[in-house]
T-cell receptor, first 117, second 112 residues
């Protein structure tokens, strides 16, 4: 079966610019996650969707980050405006989870490496 | 905040040797998961152990969980060069809307 798809794979922007990332989860997976992974650290959850509703966005910097999952399938994560500290790999994951929790294994995409200059 | 803390931070072994990695956590969990990350295959789920389980096996992997000590270990037997990667312990707390929280990871190098 096809895995989680993400694009672009790499992005270089200057601070204060905007950027958007796209994710297509595994078919049939109700839950979609966006993580931020800073170099040398583990992934940190930014936002969790169940179908097209937000389950958890407590760690999303809402003054500059936004995300949506229209029609409960694909999702986009946007940063506007970007700061130097946003340089990281942005990972999208999906799972069969249906209850709003995160009890099952998650399947990760290849990630988007963002560099903010 | 990071729930799991792995130990050691880096490990270098010879091919064929066993690798043992440890993880400690702070709060009650529903389950604990181990993931591997390398440049070739990205972040991949290895094994999940639930709070009512003590040991689990998958191929060359053996995971133990001690909820009284809030710790887990991952053993990779007969290591191969292809096992070179970063390994992450991730915990899922109990309760509604629980999320997967990763540690900082362990860098494993397997020398041919």
């Amino acid at each position: 079966e096809a895995g989680v798809a993400q694009s672009p794979r790499y992005k270089i922007i200057e601070k204060r610019q905007s950027v958007a990332f796209w994710c297509n989860p595994i078919s049939g997976h109700a839950t979609l996650y966006w993580y931020q992974q800073i170099l040398g650290q583990g992934p940190k959850l930014l936002i969790q969707f169940q179908n097209n509703g937000v389950v958890d966005d407590s760690q999303l910097p809402k003054d500059r980050f936004s995300a949506e999952r229209l029609k409960g399938v694909d999702s986009t994560l946007k940063i506007q405006p970007a700061k130097l500290e946003d340089s990281a790999v942005y990972l999208c994951a999906s799972s069969l989870e249906r209850g709003g929790s995160s009890y099952n294994e998650q399947f990760f995409g290849p990630g988007t490496r963002l560099t903010v200059l | 905040s990071q729930q799991g803390e792995e130990d050691p931070q880096a490990l270098s072994i010879q091919e064929g040797e066993n690798a043992t990695m440890n993880c400690s956590y702070k709060t009650s969990i529903n389950n604990l998961q181990w993931y591997r990350q390398n440049s070739g295959r990205g972040l991949v789920h290895l094994i999940l152990i639930r709070s009512n389980e003590r040991e689990k096996h998958s191929g060359r992997l053996r995971v133990t969980l001690d909820t009284s000590k809030k710790s887990s270990s991952l053993l990779i037997t007969a290591s191969r060069a292809a096992d070179t990667a970063s390994y992450f312990c991730a915990t899922v707390t109990t309760g509604a809307n629980s999320k997967l929280t990763f540690g900082k990871g362990i860098t494993l190098s397997v020398r041919p």
